[in-house]
C-alpha cells in the first residue's frame, strides 16, 4: 500500500534552516508529482509546493518563494524540503502528498511532521 | 490567486440526516484540458487529510457511496446523503486547475 513518511520536524529558532524529508513506498515513486502541503495549529491547509515526477517543474506558493526549496531523489524514493530563513509563520505540520496520477490533485498523504519556529 | 470559499463553515447534524457543503471558486476551475479539478477532502481528528471526490464527482477509492460531489465552473457542492459518527470532522474543497493551488477554509462537520 501507498506509504508517505515525513521526518525532519522539531524546534527550530527565527531565521534557521530545517530540512524535512518524506519517504515513500508502495508506488512507483519516480512517475508521479509529489506536494507539500501544510497546516498551523489550529488552522486549515495551505499548499506550499510541488515537484514534477522527474524534477524538471517545481512551483511554491508565494510565502515560501525564495526561502524553501523542493527537490526529490528518485533512487531514493525520497522527497525534500529545505526551508530556510524561517519564520514563526512557517510554524505547522508539513504533509507530503502524492500527485494523483491523471492530475489536478492529491491522492494519499502522509501523517506529516511538525516544524516549530521559535522567536 | 484562486480563492475558494465554503459555506457552512460549520454544519451540526443529526446521525442519518443529510449534510451539504458548498465551494465557490474566485474563477471557473475549468482548465485547458477540459477538466474541472475540484477535490473534496475529510479531515478526522487529529488524521491527515483523505481524498474523497476529484474532479467535481469521481468518488475516490474506499469511499463510501453516501458522498457524492456536484457541481460546474465556479459552484461546487459535497452532499452527504446520510451522516454517520466517523464522518465527524474538517471537510475541504481544494482547487487544483492552477498553481498555487488553494484550499476552502473548512467546513466542520459535528453531530447534533
Known amino acids: 500500500q501507498v506509504q508517505l513518511v515525513e521526518s525532519g520536524g522539531g524546534v527550530v529558532q527565527f531565521g534557521r534552516s530545517l530540512r524535512l524529508s518524506c519517504a515513500a513506498s508502495g508506488f512507483t515513486f519516480s512517475s508521479n508529482a509529489i506536494h507539500w502541503v501544510r497546516q498551523a495549529p489550529g488552522k486549515g491547509l495551505e499548499w506550499v509546493a510541488v515537484i514534477w515526477y522527474d524534477g524538471s517543474n517545481k512551483y511554491y506558493a508565494d510565502s515560501v518563494k525564495g526561502r524553501f526549496t523542493i527537490s526529490r531523489d528518485n533512487s531514493k524514493n525520497t522527497l525534500y524540503l529545505q526551508m530556510n530563513s524561517l519564520r514563526v509563520e512557517d510554524t505547522a505540520v508539513y504533509y507530503c502528498?502524492?500527485?494523483?496520477?491523471?492530475?489536478?490533485?492529491?491522492?494519499?498523504w502522509g501523517q506529516g511532521t511538525m516544524v516549530t519556529v521559535s522567536s | 490567486d484562486i480563492v475558494m470559499t465554503q459555506t457552512p463553515l460549520s454544519s451540526p447534524v443529526t446521525l442519518g440526516q443529510p449534510a451539504s457543503i458548498s465551494c465557490r471558486s474566485s474563477q471557473s476551475l475549468v482548465q485547458s484540458d477540459g477538466n474541472t479539478y475540484l477535490s473534496w477532502l475529510q479531515q478526522r481528528p487529529g488524521q491527515p487529510p483523505r481524498l474523497l471526490i476529484y474532479k467535481i464527482s469521481n468518488r475516490f477509492s474506499g469511499v463510501p457511496d453516501r458522498f457524492s460531489g456536484s457541481g460546474a465552473g465556479t459552484d461546487f457542492t459535497l452532499k452527504i446523503s446520510r451522516v454517520e459518527a466517523e464522518d465527524v470532522g474538517v471537510y475541504y474543497c481544494?482547487?487544483?486547475?492552477?498553481?498555487?493551488?488553494?484550499f476552502g477554509q473548512g467546513t466542520k462537520v459535528e453531530i447534533k
Open positions: 502528498a502524492k500527485g494523483k496520477t491523471s492530475g489536478g490533485t492529491v491522492d494519499y
Open positions: 481544494m482547487q487544483g486547475t492552477q498553481f498555487p493551488w488553494t
